[in-house]
């Protein structure tokens, strides 16, 4: 059976959905984007993913196609006739096109294009990279300055996770002035004596919807949290790394650079983590 899909305004068979060659998303990578999980058939985190994209497309002087409460409807309908239990929406926001090619932006009363999909992930939650770890390498960050908005310039991460393909690895982390940024498509923590270090929001990393969740239950536990910068040495010597996203959750770090971290296996803390996202969301889910 084909996807269903929606595009401004029409839900389409994924063959059938059309954007146009002169959309600036296409030419000028010009668009935001969100992803949000569905677990039991509920979003994850809605209204954490409607509020970043909100401040995406305000950051780039970006129309929105239309309002949180569409939005949310347009996703339960996805959902609904894709029939996805564990899985995500994606959602893509481009300026649009009023015709030719230009780099000045068209005129205020051009449409914006809106696009969103699904993907049915059956064992998200249980996957087996989040009971062995991954392996991360690590990677000069030279992307450009604005990490903090979530656009759809994603040819650089791209690159890095086949860098760390080629290295016989899972993902990268990114390194600037000496300190780690974040991974590819995720933020990245440590633990050390059972404190999470992870970098304070700027525009270096791009604020997570899951990195908010997790440290507001982190401190729920009575865990330990430090916002600051950290090392790829100091990583290396943790008792445990880990990343968040919407789309693994919580997922452990086992090896940095070739080099083990802790006990070479997922961490107790994480672990605890990662059921308690999972657990608390699942409740919160819309």
Same mark, same amino acid.
């Given at each position: 059976?084909?996807?269903? &899909?929606?595009?401004?305004?029409?839900?389409?068979?994924?063959?059938?959905?059309?954007?146009?060659?002169?959309?600036?998303?296409?030419?000028? %990578? *010009?668009?935001?984007?969100?992803?949000?999980?569905v677990? *039991?058939?509920?979003?994850?985190?809605?209204?954490?993913? #409607?509020?970043?994209?909100?401040?995406?497309?305000?950051?780039?002087?970006?129309?929105a196609?239309?309002?949180?409460?569409?939005?949310? #409807?347009?996703?339960?309908?996805?959902?609904?006739?894709?029939?996805?239990?564990?899985?995500?929406?994606?959602?893509?926001?481009?300026?649009?096109?009023?015709?030719?090619?230009?780099?000045?932006?068209?005129?205020?009363?051009?449409?914006?294009?809106?696009?969103?999909f699904?993907?049915?992930?059956?064992? @998200?939650?249980?996957?087996?990279?989040?009971?062995?770890g991954?392996? &991360? @390498?690590? @990677?000069?960050?030279?992307?450009?300055?604005?990490?903090?908005?979530?656009?759809?310039?994603?040819?650089?991460?791209s690159?890095?996770?086949?860098?760390?393909k080629?290295?016989?690895?899972?993902?990268?982390?990114?390194?600037?002035?000496? #300190?780690?940024?974040?991974?590819?498509?995720?933020?990245?923590?440590?633990?050390?004596?059972?404190?999470?270090?992870t970098?304070?929001?700027?525009?270096? @990393?791009?604020?997570?919807?899951?990195?908010?969740?997790?440290?507001?239950?982190?401190?729920?536990?009575?865990?330990? &949290?430090? +916002?600051?910068?950290?090392?790829?040495?100091? %990583?290396?010597?943790?008792?445990?790394?880990?990343?968040?996203?919407?789309?693994?959750?919580?997922?452990?770090? &086992?090896?940095?650079?070739? %080099?083990?971290?802790g006990?070479?296996?997922?961490?107790?803390?994480?672990?605890?983590?990662r059921?308690?996202?999972i +657990?608390?969301?699942?409740?919160?889910?819309?």
């Amino acid at each position: 059976m084909s996807r269903i &899909v929606y595009v401004n305004g029409e839900y389409l068979p994924e063959d059938e959905a059309k954007v146009s060659v002169f959309d600036r998303g296409f030419l000028f %990578a *010009d668009g935001v984007y969100e992803v949000t999980s569905v677990l *039991d058939g509920k979003l994850i985190d809605f209204d954490g993913h #409607a509020v970043r994209l909100e401040r995406s497309l305000r950051e780039l002087d970006m129309a929105a196609p239309c309002g949180k409460d569409e939005l949310l #409807a347009i996703h339960r309908e996805l959902v609904a006739r894709n029939e996805i239990s564990d899985g995500l929406v994606y959602l893509q926001v481009t300026r649009g096109s009023d015709g030719d090619r230009d780099f000045v932006f068209p005129g205020a009363d051009t449409q914006p294009t809106l696009v969103l999909f699904t993907q049915s992930k059956p064992g @998200i939650r249980d996957s087996a990279a989040s009971k062995n770890g991954i392996k &991360v @390498i690590s @990677i000069e960050d030279v992307r450009w300055g604005r990490r903090d908005i979530k656009t759809v310039q994603l040819l650089y991460p791209s690159m890095g996770k086949m860098m760390a393909k080629a290295a016989g690895c899972d993902d990268a982390w990114m390194v600037q002035d000496g #300190a780690v940024t974040e991974g590819t498509s995720n933020n990245a923590y440590i633990v050390k004596g059972r404190k999470i270090i992870t970098r304070e929001l700027s525009n270096d @990393i791009l604020h997570g919807i899951t990195r908010a969740a997790v440290l507001r239950f982190a401190a729920e536990a009575q865990m330990e &949290v430090e +916002e600051r910068n950290f090392t790829i040495e100091e %990583a290396q010597a943790a008792d445990e790394a880990f990343v968040t996203s919407a789309t693994t959750f919580v997922m452990p770090v &086992v090896e940095i650079d070739g %080099a083990q971290i802790g006990a070479g296996a997922p961490g107790e803390l994480a672990k605890r983590l990662r059921e308690i996202y999972i +657990e608390e969301s699942v409740k919160a889910g819309v």
